[in-house]
Antibody
C-alpha cells in the first residue's frame, strides 16, 4: 500500500535551516507529482510547494519563495524540502502528499507529518 | 490568491442526521474543488475531488455539488466516525488554497 514517511523536523532557531525528507513506497514514485503542505498549530492548511514527476515544474507559496527549495530523487523514491532563513511563522506540521493523478492538484495520500518548531 | 470561505465554522448534529457544509470561493474555481476530512492527530483524508467525485473507499453517504464559486459537501446520514474537521481546497489557480475548516461536532 502507499506509504509516505516524513523525517527531519525538529527545533531550530530563527534564521536557521532544516531539510525535510519524505520516503515513498508502495507506488511508482516517478509517475506522480508531489507536494509539501503545512499546518500551523491549531490552524488551517497551507500548500507550500509542488513538484512535477520529473522535477521540471515547481511552484512555491509566496510565503516561502526564495527561502525553501523542493526537490526529488526518483531513484531513491524520496522528496525533499530544504528550508532556509526559518521564521517563527514557519512553525507547523509539514506533510508530504502524493497527487491523486497526473497533475491533479489534489493530495490523495499523505504522510503522518513532521513537526518543525522555529523558536529561540 | 483565491480565498475559500467555509460555513458554518462549527456544526452541531447527531448521528443519523444530515450534514450540509458550504464553501464559497472569492472567484470562480470552475469545478476544481476538493473536500478533505481531518481527525485529531491525523493527516487530512481526501473525500471528494473535482466537486463531486468520491475518492477511493469513500462511502456513498458523502457527496459533493456546486460549480463556480459555491460548493456543498453533504453527508446524508452521520456516522459516529464522521465527526471531524472538514476542509475545502481549490486547484484552479496556484497557489492552491484551503478553506479555514468546518468542525462537525456531536
Amino acid at each position: 500500500q502507499v506509504q509516505l514517511v516524513e523525517s527531519g523536523g525538529g527545533l531550530v532557531k530563527p534564521g536557521g535551516s532544516l531539510r525535510l525528507s519524505c520516503a515513498a513506497s508502495g507506488f511508482t514514485f516517478s509517475d506522480y507529482y508531489m507536494s509539501w503542505i503545512r499546518q500551523a498549530p491549531r490552524k488551517g492548511l497551507e500548500w507550500v510547494s509542488y513538484i512535477s514527476h520529473t522535477g521540471g515544474t515547481i511552484y512555491y507559496a509566496d510565503s516561502v519563495k526564495g527561502r525553501f527549495t523542493i526537490s526529488r530523487d526518483n531513484a531513491k523514491n524520496s522528496l525533499y524540502l530544504q528550508m532556509n532563513s526559518l521564521r517563527a511563522e514557519d512553525t507547523a506540521v509539514y506533510y508530504c502528499a502524493r497527487d491523486l493523478h497526473g497533475s491533479s492538484g489534489y493530495g490523495d495520500n499523505w504522510g503522518q507529518g513532521t513537526l518543525v518548531t522555529v523558536s529561540s | 490568491e483565491i480565498v475559500l470561505t467555509q460555513s458554518p465554522a462549527t456544526l452541531s448534529l447527531s448521528p443519523g442526521e444530515r450534514a450540509t457544509l458550504s464553501c464559497r470561493a472569492s472567484q470562480s474555481v470552475r469545478s476544481y474543488l476538493a473536500w478533505y476530512q481531518q481527525k485529531p492527530g491525523q493527516a487530512p483524508r481526501l473525500l471528494i475531488y473535482d466537486t463531486s467525485n468520491r475518492a477511493t473507499d469513500i462511502p456513498a453517504r458523502f457527496s459533493g455539488s456546486g460549480s463556480g464559486t459555491d460548493f456543498t459537501l453533504t453527508i446524508s446520514s452521520l456516522e459516529p466516525e464522521d465527526f471531524a474537521v472538514y476542509y475545502c481546497q481549490q486547484r484552479s489557480n496556484w497557489p492552491y488554497t484551503f478553506g479555514q475548516g468546518t468542525k462537525l461536532e456531536i
